[in-house]
């Protein structure tokens, strides 16, 4: 068998397991790799490794958006993570998603609807697909693309503050009516989360469709 991520050959004693729990391998050393996390305290909300008693992205962000109820995270942006990422986003390897789908671990059933984040018509002309919705077909996981953006530029080059007074980057497609998520548990997936605004603008917009809940996954922590 042939690993997913750094094509060689598995040995098949020591991954026995995996390969009966797979139909598509992953070696134990890039496993390894790849679930490795910076050591050190976390933010309870947002993951960020903490320097200090208070995360600064979530003040800012409690200051300035209405939040989630919770943020669950699978991978840490960090070495080997985000060479995975590298190659998945920009050297168009899209096979990669089913990698990336091996580490979700969320109980997709205690939604109503996941909803990934979009990315712009330009962005899709140039990878060719949406990553993050991707990863989701590779997992199996239903998903509707309720957003879409025009923003083709990348979001982490601006700054906070700067970012607070532009127009939110992200609209609801004209087919959904107010009332299809009214009470309903929703699930808004990224695939890095950095500072956290992108989703919270996303968010933004699903809240005026009066979701009785709405938790966010995303992939990776910066
Ligand atoms: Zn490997
Ligand atoms: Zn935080």
């Not at 098949?12 to 134990?28: G, S």
């Not at 939040?67 to 899209?94: N, S």
């Not at 996303?202 to 009066?210: D, Q, R, S």
């Amino acid at each position: 068998m042939i690993c997913l991520y750094c094509h060689s050959r598995i040995r098949e004693e020591a991954d026995l397991i995996t390969m009966f729990k797979r139909q598509k391998p992953l070696c134990m050393p890039c496993r390894k790799k790849l679930s490795l996390w910076r050591p050190g305290e976390r933010c309870a909300s947002c993951h960020r490794l903490m320097d200090r008693d208070e995360c600064p992205d979530c003040r800012f962000l409690a200051e300035n958006y209405r939040r989630p109820g919770k943020i669950m995270c699978m991978m840490d942006y960090t070495g080997e993570v985000k060479m995975l990422f590298h190659r998945y986003k920009f050297t168009k390897d899209a096979a990669l998603s089913e990698v990336i789908a091996m580490f979700l671990k969320c109980r997709f059933g205690e939604y109503d609807m996941s909803i990934p984040i979009p990315v712009s018509a330009a962005r899709m002309e140039e990878r060719g697909y949406n990553q993050t919705s991707m990863v989701l077909r590779a997992a199996k996981v239903p998903y509707r693309d309720i957003l879409a953006t025009d923003k083709a530029e990348r979001q982490s080059e601006h700054s906070r503050r700067a970012r607070l007074t532009a127009p939110n980057p992200f609209h609801l497609k004209d087919d959904w009516a107010v009332s299809s998520l009214a009470g309903k548990r929703v699930l808004v997936v990224d695939d890095i989360y950095t500072t956290g605004i992108t989703v919270h603008q996303a968010l933004e917009k699903i809240y005026t469709l009066k979701p009785c809940a709405a938790d966010v996954l995303t992939f990776s922590k910066a």
